[in-house]
């Protein structure tokens, strides 16, 4: 299965690398960062730097795994959703912190592959903040038959690793007893946020908002002219169907389009089996 995995992923990397040579894109494969209006520089794996002078610059770096305060992740027996894509066998108990979008995603995938796996949500249902309650409730039904145990209006205190398995205490959301939970694997998935550090943004003046978020109007564009942004790093669903939409309209917009993205047709969606 793992095997099947890394296949597809080299197929999907494949492609798009195939799409950039079909399109005459440069690829420069490394860190970049804004080092002026119409400059980006790329500081590459080999120690090296390339600068790159353009008119335009399209920030898309996404988003990262959202840290647990106390937590650290070693992607072995405590991991972040990057992690549980890798796990050499199938663990014989798994908790999950979270029981959002991706908490039951991957939770759900570990659950029929025989773990016996127990999500940890601080809310009062699963499916993350904004999902119809209705469907909240019969979605969680479903994952219950199938074997997935909750812990709602529930948070984590804190986890410690001991030989090979993970302790995890918890408690009451608004207070009260506490108890001990054991597993094998700790699944920490609560959220992602933008990936804005280390950019040189704040070099540039480029306005961020409360949650780390790159500052855009209607068309896409920070605070500088000629800097437009897109995709998780900006407001909105982290979604990648809406970050590619975005794409779209921004680029047309560069080259005189006129391009509009209405928020209110953005599907959402949870991958799971049903």
Same mark, same amino acid.
């Given at each position: 299965m793992m095997n099947q995995k890394s296949t597809s992923v080299q197929q999907l990397t494949g492609g798009i690398a195939t799409l950039f040579k079909a399109? $005459?894109?440069?690829?420069?494969?490394?860190? %970049?960062?804004?080092?002026? $209006?119409?400059?980006?520089?790329?500081?590459? %794996?080999d120690g090296s730097k390339e600068t790159v002078k353009t008119k335009n610059i399209l920030i898309a770096t996404g988003s990262e795994v959202t840290p647990f305060a106390g937590i650290e992740i070693d992607e072995k027996l405590i991991v972040s959703s990057t992690g549980a894509l890798s796990l050499e066998k199938v663990p014989e108990r798994m908790i999950v912190i979270g029981a959002g979008v991706i908490g039951v995603e991957l939770g759900s995938v570990w659950s029929r592959l025989g773990s016996k796996v127990t999500a940890v949500e601080f809310l009062g249902h699963v499916g993350g903040v904004g999902i119809d309650m209705d469907v909240s409730k019969t979605f969680q039904r479903s994952l219950k038959k199938q074997g997935m145990e909750f812990m709602l209006n529930t948070k984590v205190t804190s986890a410690t690793k001991k030989s090979n398995?993970?302790?995890?205490r918890v408690e009451p959301a608004k207070g009260g007893e506490g108890k001990e939970l054991s597993c094998d694997v700790l699944l920490v998935c609560i959220g992602r946020r933008p990936y804005t550090a280390n950019l040189g943004l704040e070099n540039m003046g480029i306005s961020l908002d409360e949650r780390g978020r790159v500052s855009v109007d209607s068309h896409f564009k920070t605070s500088v002219p000629n800097i437009y942004a897109i995709g998780d790093c900006i407001h909105g669903p982290m979604l990648a169907h809406k970050a590619e939409d975005e794409g779209i309209v921004c680029v047309e917009s560069l080259v005189g389009g006129k391009g509009h993205l209405d928020y209110n047709c953005v599907p959402s969606v949870i991958y799971t089996h049903p």
């Open positions: 399109n $005459k894109v440069t690829h420069l494969q490394g860190h %970049g960062t804004i080092t002026g $209006k119409n400059e980006v520089t790329v500081a590459k %794996g398995e993970v302790t995890v």
